[in-house]
């Protein structure tokens, strides 16, 4: 990998999963079914390594405390694992006495809830979820924020709330790509980025334009309004491995984000690369 150079290079999304039709229901959207099978480390590796990706964090797939212990595990078996952004119950009244017990905790970098499923789009504010974000934030840990159009208010409102979380927007809030509009996505992505401990991912974005007849020029516009707004030293690139191959293999995904970087100093690339990533989870 690319561990000897000066610029150490992060995928700061992808997942792993041995499939089960019961635990990773959302699998069952149209389309979807060339993930209804096992993604594990052994997968990835090869592809890091001819993208020249030094490591990754890898996040939730499922809402279970079980597979966060099995990240953990699996983090602590292959060392590209840099660290696990994942799943516990923010509704819980004990919350975080559940995290406690997780062996090898020290990896585990922050946390996640499929919200975009959630049918209350206000599920982010409710008082027991608040609460464990305020918890979150004294036991040192990211929440990252997987959130589409229904859910953008309650984001927006959340973020404005806990001013000392550290929060991550995932997939750039899952811009309207396919339906070619710009807002109101724009104007959100605009008022969570002047919350300043607010960041945002640059992934997922492939499988937000059409699947099979995309281009780098789609996603621009997308990619400039965020690198705008949140600028290089709050924006990180990630893969959304294995879901990016519903719409590209792994190093075009990278590709077309990077194509518009092109004017960005080294420094500033840098920072997408990588150091964002490094900073905002401490790896």
């Given at each position: 990998m690319n561990s000897g150079s000066a610029e150490r290079r992060i995928d700061a999304h992808q997942h792993f999963w041995t499939y089960s039709p019961g635990?990773?229901?959302?699998?069952?959207?149209?389309?979807?079914?060339?993930?209804?099978?096992?993604?594990?480390?052994?997968?990835?590796?090869?592809?890091?390594?001819?993208?020249?990706?030094?490591?990754?964090?890898?996040?939730?797939?499922?809402?279970?405390?079980?597979?966060?212990?099995?990240?953990?595990?699996?983090?602590?078996?292959?060392?590209f694992i840099l660290g696990v952004v994942g799943w516990a119950d923010l509704t819980a009244e004990n919350f975080p006495r559940t995290l406690d017990h997780l062996p090898q905790r020290k990896r585990l970098r922050g946390l996640r809830h499929i919200v975009e499923d959630e049918s209350d789009p206000a599920w982010l504010l409710r008082a027991d979820v608040s609460r464990s974000l305020d918890d979150c934030g004294r036991l040192g840990l990211v929440y990252d924020l997987l959130v589409r159009e229904p859910q953008w208010d309650a984001a927006l409102t959340c973020a404005r709330a806990h001013p000392e979380q550290r929060l991550v927007l995932d997939h750039c809030g899952k811009p309207p790509i396919r339906a070619g509009r710009l807002e109101p996505w724009r104007t959100f992505i605009r008022e969570l980025a002047a919350c300043e401990h607010v960041s945002c991912k640059l992934s997922g974005l492939v499988t937000e334009a059409e699947w099979r007849q995309w281009t780098d020029a789609d996603l621009r516009p997308c990619v400039d309004i965020a690198l705008e707004a949140f600028g290089p030293e709050r924006l990180m690139l990630g893969s959304d491995w294995p879901v990016c191959t519903l719409a590209a293999p792994y190093g075009r995904t990278f590709h077309a984000l990077e194509s518009a970087f092109e004017e960005l100093s080294f420094s500033e690339r840098a920072q997408l690369r990588g150091g964002t990533a490094a900073h905002i989870y401490g790896v």
């Amino acid at each position: 990998m690319n561990s000897g150079s000066a610029e150490r290079r992060i995928d700061a999304h992808q997942h792993f999963w041995t499939y089960s039709p019961g635990v990773h229901q959302w699998m069952a959207r149209p389309g979807f079914a060339p993930l209804m099978r096992d993604f594990l480390p052994e997968h990835l590796a090869p592809l890091l390594e001819g993208s020249l990706i030094d490591g990754c964090i890898a996040v939730q797939a499922a809402g279970t405390i079980f597979e966060t212990e099995w990240l953990l595990s699996l983090a602590a078996a292959h060392p590209f694992i840099l660290g696990v952004v994942g799943w516990a119950d923010l509704t819980a009244e004990n919350f975080p006495r559940t995290l406690d017990h997780l062996p090898q905790r020290k990896r585990l970098r922050g946390l996640r809830h499929i919200v975009e499923d959630e049918s209350d789009p206000a599920w982010l504010l409710r008082a027991d979820v608040s609460r464990s974000l305020d918890d979150c934030g004294r036991l040192g840990l990211v929440y990252d924020l997987l959130v589409r159009e229904p859910q953008w208010d309650a984001a927006l409102t959340c973020a404005r709330a806990h001013p000392e979380q550290r929060l991550v927007l995932d997939h750039c809030g899952k811009p309207p790509i396919r339906a070619g509009r710009l807002e109101p996505w724009r104007t959100f992505i605009r008022e969570l980025a002047a919350c300043e401990h607010v960041s945002c991912k640059l992934s997922g974005l492939v499988t937000e334009a059409e699947w099979r007849q995309w281009t780098d020029a789609d996603l621009r516009p997308c990619v400039d309004i965020a690198l705008e707004a949140f600028g290089p030293e709050r924006l990180m690139l990630g893969s959304d491995w294995p879901v990016c191959t519903l719409a590209a293999p792994y190093g075009r995904t990278f590709h077309a984000l990077e194509s518009a970087f092109e004017e960005l100093s080294f420094s500033e690339r840098a920072q997408l690369r990588g150091g964002t990533a490094a900073h905002i989870y401490g790896v």
